[in-house]
């Protein structure tokens, strides 16, 4: 309650109450109904979290189980011994190790590529000034819209006459050319939210294009770099059809289609060595996503607002 002085001629200098002021909720109220409204968040949160972490929690306990284990007990019980045997069995009779080795053969120098292309691309197209470029950039993004699948026998045939089916290369090649079209679209997108004035700018300092490529483009466009490249090795390590297609001998498996080997002449599944090389990949991309999340955080975000 406050005292509030005001003069009237006929009680001059007397002090006069004012009237009393309507008080609002208490703080405890407005903490429980901030804590309600949340409550349907939390749900959410949590069955989202169920999901995602069942599958993995089983996976991993399945890596650890017999065969009769697996097949008899409860999804999620413990199993009854520990059989660290099932990882060393999926490294040498599944010959993960090898398949590994495939992947990062065939992922690194493909995801090398297309980022160096692909980024080029993008500053060419969107940054430099030349006739045709939009009706270069619109036949790149058809290239997005034409099935993976209808061009593997074809390029099979091409990669047999050319005689390097034996090898990695035609892994390398598919992936480079199937990644481009999106990668160079994004990159696109990505120097679009760039101000041009910034290369214009240089242009006038004396800068050429290739060199305004190397000193501004490029350490600009590092977050985005980034996620397209992390986007594109996860395509890459996780595909299975045309590393299926091209892989003529088992030497060359990569890790998804050396998983296929972990299953007997009689299609007979042993799921002990199975879930452990499964939990071998998937514990090393969860390792490298989450490392690197707020930088693909950070990428996500360059380019969706014009800068």
Known sequence: MTLQTQTHPKTAGTPVRSAPRPQGPS????????????????????????????????MILGSF???????????????QTWQFDNYVTALTTGNVGRSYLNSILVTIPAVVLIVMIGVAAGYALEVMVWKQRKGVLLYI??????PGQM???????????????????????????MGLPLTTFLMAT???????????????????????FFIIGLPMMRNAILTIGLVQFFSVWNDLLIALTFTTRPELATIQVGLLSLSDQYGSTQYGPLFAAVSINIVVLLAVFLALNKKIMAGMAAGSVKG
């Open 27 to 58: 703080r405890r109220m407005r903490t429980v109904r901030r804590l309600t409204r949340r409550i349907p968040v939390w749900i959410i949160v949590a069955i989202i979290l169920v999901v995602v972490l069942y599958p993995q929690v089983w």
């Open 65 to 79: 189980k017999t065969q009769s284990e697996f097949l008899s007990n409860p999804a999620l019980a413990l199993p």
């Open 141 to 146: 993004l058809a290239g997005i819209m034409v």
């Open 151 to 177: 061009i593997l026998v074809p390029l099979f045939i091409v990669y047999f006459q050319i005689g390097i089916t034996n090898t990695l290369w035609p892994l390398i090649i598919t992936y480079t050319v």
């Open 190 to 212: 990505y120097f679009r939210s760039v101000p041009r004035e910034i290369f214009e700018a240089a242009t006038v300092d004396g800068c050429g294009p290739l060199r305004s």
